[in-house]
């Protein structure tokens, strides 16, 4: 499917409202879902680890707390929540682009949300090879799972930033004649 066939198929505020309606539930639930581990402790661990070591240290602190199985626990929703994202986003920026008139040199912004959804789920899946035990993080795949968390945030900044902007900036004056 084309970027123009998704701007054109995606293009129903009716399916942000939904999605999006449904995202908010699930990103309030995985909040506080992973509230006794700290969010910036989940997001540090994300974005930072870069080492088999880095892992294994983690996990052995949360399982001397005993919260790995909340950590792990999360992981159920958190296989789900870019389904929800994905959609409400590309809808909205399908929708912006289309009541914008913005020409189809934007409709890359569209494949955006689906690289982070996409991004998403492999960082959740080798997650859920981490919790298998200290056997299986091994460096290279910590490093790619850091390296899809990092790429899920850096597209989310961009699409974000582009709703926005889409959102609450005018619209060119359109020429008459």
């Known amino acids: 499917m084309t970027l123009a066939r ?3 198929a995606f293009n ?3 399916i942000a409202l939904v999605f999006g309606t449904i995202y908010v539930l699930s990103q309030t639930a995985l909040g506080l879902m992973i509230a006794p581990l700290g969010t910036g402790a989940v997001l540090r661990m994300q974005c930072t680890f870069f080492s088999a ?3 294994v240290a983690y996990f052995g602190e949360l399982r001397q707390r005993g919260l ?5 626990s999360h992981l159920l929703l958190d296989r789900l929540h870019p389904i929800w994202y994905v959609l409400c986003a590309v809808s909205w920026l399908a929708t912006l682009l289309e ?3 913005s020409p189809a040199r934007w409709n890359w912004l569209l494949a955006l949300p689906w690289l982070a959804g996409l991004s998403d789920v492999i960082e959740n899946e080798l997650q859920s090879v981490f919790l298998l035990g200290d056997s299986h993080i091994t460096t290279p795949l910590v490093v790619l799972s ?3 968390s990092l790429l899920k945030w850096s597209c989310t900044a961009v699409f974000m930033t582009a709703i926005v902007k889409l959102t609450f900036t005018r619209s060119p004056e359109r020429r008459v004649g």
């Open 99 to 101: 009541r914008r008139e």
């Open 146 to 148: 850091t390296l899809s």
């Open 53 to 55: 070591g880095d892992y």
């Open 68 to 72: 790995l199985d909340v950590y792990a």
């Open 12 to 14: 129903a505020p009716w």
């Open 6 to 8: 998704v701007r054109s």
